[in-house]
């Protein structure tokens, strides 16, 4: 239960009847999502990967990370719903293979699988599909997927970012971890300071030493960097969100002012003209 706090009017909570403000997708009933498509509420498809992060840290590293920062922006947010789709548990990661625990999608499966949930989602009356990615090996494929469900699912509304690269979120890394250079690495310096925060549990305290296939310094990890890491990426993720809810971030991109997720801007250009001549 929530404490018995005031409730805006457009608070979509109180349309639904429900005493427990609810994010995830897999706890939700079908009249539920009736009322989230009627709110214009915003899915945020998580992506993650299971792979090898060195001597020291969880193969699912990236999935509790981004998972985490995606449920906890869905909850700071009261204006219109945000809900968290199940993660996208595996990502590809050919790269890591060489290393026990790990397990990666084909490259067409990957795409299959993002490209079957987007569509699902749209299917069920959803216009604001957010794709947040937790592993940098996904992102060309993220990249590319905007154009693809666009031309070929005629899905257009989506877009994606990995939760580092969020202009707001870089700028804090660069300040909170010094000695990675704010790079989001591998196992290193951020990835390790994040689990200290989030499951302290997991990580192998004493087998932080640099090994190969892993990128950057895991020893200069912090519990105290991993949350302040944590926070600044919820809290530009909700910036990010609100934009898209309210069609600013459209307006910005398609503006010619910003670099959408590494695409220029005649990418939002094209998805828009395409779809305006259907
Ligand atoms: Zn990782």
């Given at each position: 239960m929530l404490p018995s706090k005031e409730l805006p009017?457009?608070?979509w909570e109180r349309s639904l009847s429900i005493d427990m403000k609810k994010v995830l997708w897999?706890?939700?009933?079908r009249t539920e999502f009736e009322q989230a498509v009627k709110a214009d509420a915003v899915v945020i498809i998580p992506v993650g990967s299971v792979e090898q992060?060195?001597?020291?840290?969880?193969?699912g590293t990236d999935a509790i990370g981004c998972f985490t920062i995606a449920q906890r922006a869905a909850e700071a947010i009261d204006e219109f719903p945000v809900l968290v789709s199940p993660?996208?548990?595996?990502?590809?990661?050919?790269?890591?293979?060489?290393?026990?625990?790990t397990i990666t999608l084909k490259f067409n499966t990957l795409v299959n699988l993002l490209t079957d949930v987007a569509v699902c989602i749209y299917a069920h009356g959803f216009r604001k599909i957010f794709f947040l990615n937790g592993h940098s090996g996904n992102e060309f494929i993220m990249k590319a997927l905007r154009s693809k469900l666009a031309s070929e699912e005629h899905v257009p509304s989506v877009v994606g970012y990995s939760?580092?690269?969020?202009s707001q979120v870089y700028e804090e890394m660069q300040k909170i971890c010094q000695s990675d250079e704010g790079a989001i690495g591998h196992a290193g310096e951020v990835e390790t300071s994040m689990q200290l925060y989030l499951r302290p549990e997991l990580v192998h305290a004493d087998a932080t030493a640099w090994v190969r296939g892993v990128w950057g310094d895991p020893s200069t990890g912090t519990r105290d960097k991993g949350e302040r890491l944590v926070t600044a990426a919820v809290d530009a993720l909700v910036k990010v969100l609100r934009e898209y809810h309210s069609g600013e971030l459209d307006a910005r991109t398609l503006s010619g002012r910003e670099v959408f997720e590494g695409q220029k801007t005649v990418d939002s250009v094209f998805v828009r003209e395409y779809m305006g001549r259907r």
């Open positions: 009017e457009n608070n897999q706890e939700m009933r992060h060195g001597n020291h840290l969880p193969v993660i996208i548990w595996a990502g590809y990661s050919p790269m890591h293979m060489a290393y026990p625990g939760w580092w690269g969020i």
